[in-house]
């Protein structure tokens, strides 16, 4: 017995690690060193390697790989078919396991249907990935991202939605859905408490 969702296509190896009122959906394949937390949904042909955390409350939407080395914090959103890395500089002809570069997607982050986030990169938190942009390099939280290479564009809420910010300067704002206050100092974005 489990205390998880599992479809009868699924295929969840010894060893693995879901946590409480999971959901694991057609055709996915959780590897058996994986651990993933509470309340998870594994849209459909997801894969989760070995080498892989998953926090409490993350989405993975349909056709999502996450490969060795790739941490999800909480409430992290992929989506559909976007695409982690976990060697910089493959060759089919080279073995480079032992070269996997770690990626850290930090809490609350979006990363968009179709973008590709290369290894070895931090995704700070509640930051937002548009649609087919591709991560090269470390994201600020709260950050949106859009474009190959991705480029900041503006700044996002937790609620997620767009702030009325610069890229950098000595701003506050209030987020209009939930009264939350944001302050920009120089080109970092934080929630004041």
Known sequence: MTDY?????AIVDDGAQIGA????WHFVHVCGG???GKGVSLGQNVFVGNKVTIGDHCKIQNNVSVYDN???EEG???GPSMVFTNVYNPRSLIER?????????KKGATLGANCTVVCGVTIGEFAFVGAGAVINKDVPAYALMVGVPAKQIGWMSEYGEQLDLPLEGNEEVVCSHTGEHYQLTGKLLSKKS
């Open 34 to 36: 994986a651990q993933i």
């Open 70 to 72: 790739v941490h999800l």
């Open 5 to 9: 969702f599992k479809h009868e296509s």
């Open 97 to 105: 396991k032992d070269q996997y570069l770690d990626t850290l997607v």
């Open 76 to 78: 992290v959103f992929c």
């Open 21 to 24: 009122d999971s959901r694991v």
